[in-house]
């Protein structure tokens, strides 16, 4: 807690964003300093790859496990020359078809190029270009590959809004680009190519199994699915940890509709009853069925989109009322789905009733 007595800087853009905005952030993270900054998917806590010292406050300052490696950030293909050593042919066609947007390629690393603490000592780098013009003009002003873990303390939903950070990391980080609300809402895709032309998705995100099915036949899901528990260990070392979630222990629902609709209410009817505060996180058709302390719609069960947007964002919410037991409905893993469900899962420490 060293850093509380110092002020997080909120430096607000207006896009496109213009160079005189991110001046003082851009000189901040030459000089070893940490950033949040917005991007299409959450906010994340920038700062100079190559810098081992600027690294470690990062881990310090999310409380992250070390073991835990970072995603580099660049805004153009030709920043991989001085990162990474060459990749499958696969790996290029899929930066055209998804770069700018939400996937991270876990390539192998050229030695020295990053700090080992972005890379927990692994001989690879996970890389991605945002596709946000705030973090994309930040990381050319500034000159640096930036490493950037989602910008909450470790464990906690990430931020999806400049708020969100510094109700996480205030006092602790030197400053935060306010963009606004991240459009995803859900973390990029992070994959890795194997063999000849194996795509491996280490965990799902923002870009669907489907669509990189379509770019290039044969993905490979090393995540746990409702289809069955993983049996190695995952190759993301992010994935083993609890992650996102709310204080409240979480519960999710997962069924046909209307089983799923008796079990919550009947659930949260009994956990009012022992005088627990109750917290409902539904799907726009059946929010108005519920009656708990606090009912989240998360959009229509047609279109996930805004469902994966608003995730965190209600997660925090539960927080901030207080809530004790929180009910989730579940979604099929398709599409979006897939990545919405590993996050729900997860805020849910892997507690799901099927009904
Ligand atoms: O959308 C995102 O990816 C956000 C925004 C800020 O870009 N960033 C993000 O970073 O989610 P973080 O640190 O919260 O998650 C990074 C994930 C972890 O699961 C980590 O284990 C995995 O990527 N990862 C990073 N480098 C890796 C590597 N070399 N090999 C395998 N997994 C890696
Ligand atoms: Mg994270």
Known sequence: MKNKTKRTKVWPVTLPADVRQLQ???????????????????????????????????????GRPSDNPLIVHIADKSQLDALVLPYPELAGRLMDAFWPGPLTFV????????????????DTVGVRMPDHPAALALIRQSGCPLAGPSANKSGRPSPTEAGHVLDD????????????????????????????????????????????EQAAPGVRIDAPTAAGEQTEAPR??????????????MVIVCGEPSAVAA??????????????????????????????????????????????AGLYASLRHFDEAGIQR???EGCPEEGL?????????????????RV
């Open 236 to 249: 993301s070392p992010g994935m083993k940890y609890t992650h996102y979630a709310p204080h409240g222990e």
């Open 326 to 328: 929180i009910w989730a």
């Open 263 to 308: 079990c919550i209410r009947k659930e949260a009817g009994l956990a009012k009853a022992r005088g627990e505060t109750t917290g409902v996180l539904a799907f726009a058709e059946h929010a108005a069925e519920y009656e708990a302390d606090v009912v989240l719609s998360c959009g229509s069960k047609q279109e996930l989109g805004q469902a994966a």
């Open 24 to 62: 003082e952030a851009a000189d901040l993270l030459r000089s070893g300093g940490l950033v949040a900054f917005p991007t299409e998917t959450v906010y994340g806590l920038g700062a100079d790859a190559r810098n081992t010292e600027a690294i470690r406050q990062v881990f310090e300052a999310k």
């Open 169 to 212: 990391l205030d006092g602790r980080i030197g400053g935060v680009v306010d963009g606004g609300a991240c459009g995803v809402g859900l973390e990029s895709t992070v994959i890795q190519i194997t063999g000849e032309d194996g795509v491996r998705i280490l965990r799902p995100g923002g870009i669907t199994p489907e669509q990189l």
């Open 107 to 122: 390539l192998p690393v050229i030695p020295g190029a990053v700090s080992p603490l972005v890379t927990a000592g692994l």
């Open 337 to 353: 789905g897939l990545a919405l469900m590993n996050r729900l899962r997860k805020a849910a420490g892997g507690q799901v009733i």
